[in-house]
């Protein structure tokens, strides 16, 4: 399982940036996948988790409305539209799956097994 992420880099508040995770070693139409993000100095969070086998997401409330996950099936790539970034939202951000876990609520309840390598995002004006 390999999972590389990319499309992070610097915004102003209030705009928006496009994560990308190509997914290799398993195809995304059976096992959650998911981005977490990690601040300096705080806990790894979830972002939002995406079913692929039936297209659930979850996402926790501090990201509703501003964060899409989504996947493309051809390119087995999963993406994280962030709209409306805020400064707290600065952090690395990892996409994540765990072949074991079909269901978007128990990825980002109960962590992913495989992560990929973070990118960047950092929100100043």
């Known amino acids: 399982v390999q999972l590389q992420a990319s499309g992070g880099g610097l915004v102003q508040p209030g705009g928006s940036l496009r994560l990308s995770c190509a997914a290799s070693g398993f195809t995304l139409d059976r096992p959650a996948v998911g981005w977490f993000r990690q601040a300096p100095g705080k806990e790894r969070e979830a972002v939002s988790c995406l079913s692929t086998w039936n297209d659930i997401t979850y996402y926790p409330d501090f990201v509703k409305g501003r964060f899409t996950i989504s996947r493309d099936k051809a390119k087995n790539t999963v993406y994280l539209q962030m709209n409306n970034l805020r400064p707290e939202d600065t952090a690395v951000y990892y996409c994540?799956?765990?072949?074991?876990?079909?269901?978007?609520?128990?990825?980002?309840?109960?962590?992913?097994?495989?992560w990929g390598q973070g990118t960047q995002v950092t929100v100043s004006s």
């Open positions: 994540a799956t765990d072949l074991g876990h079909s269901s978007s609520y128990a990825l980002c309840q109960n962590g992913p097994s495989d």
